[in-house]
Nanobody
Framework: QVQLVESGGGLVQAGGSLRLSCAAS????????MGWYRQAPGKERDLVAA???????NYADSVKGRFTISRSNAKNTVYLQMNSLKPEDTAVYYC????????????????WGQGTQVTVSS
């Protein structure tokens, strides 16, 4: 089992910044991808950004140039630095972890954190 604990959400004005953190514990595969998803009311949960244990990153088009994902493999922690926040970034942000194989293909189940609210006021 894997446990994920997020922190760092809150209320910020448009144009401001927030940094989310997610610490993983438990039976963590050395090869994995960690990511951030978000879900606004009445909408689906969408990928925001992801990073593999090797450092490869992927971003949603809507956050490119504003958000930066990073991780510390030693601490099993992933971060999301969010700059130039917009009201449309308001959502519950979820951390996720999924094992990957040697080719970078996700295998097994996605583990989820409990979510942290990010609210951007206009």
């Amino acid at each position: 089992q894997v446990q994920l604990v997020e922190s760092g959400g809150g209320l910020v004005q448009a144009g401001g910044s927030l940094r989310l953190s997610c610490a993983a514990s438990g039976s963590i595969f050395s090869l994995n991808v960690m990511g951030w998803y978000r879900q606004a009311p009445g909408k689906e949960r969408d990928l925001v950004a992801a990073i593999t244990s090797g450092g490869s990153t992927n971003y949603a088009d809507s956050v490119k140039g504003r958000f930066t994902i990073s991780r510390s493999n030693a601490k099993n922690t992933v971060y999301l630095q969010m700059n130039s926040l917009k009201p449309e970034d308001t959502a519950v942000y979820y951390c996720a972890l999924r094992p990957i194989n040697g080719l970078g293909v996700p295998v097994g189940v996605n583990y989820w954190g409990q979510g942290t609210q990010v609210t951007v006021s206009s």
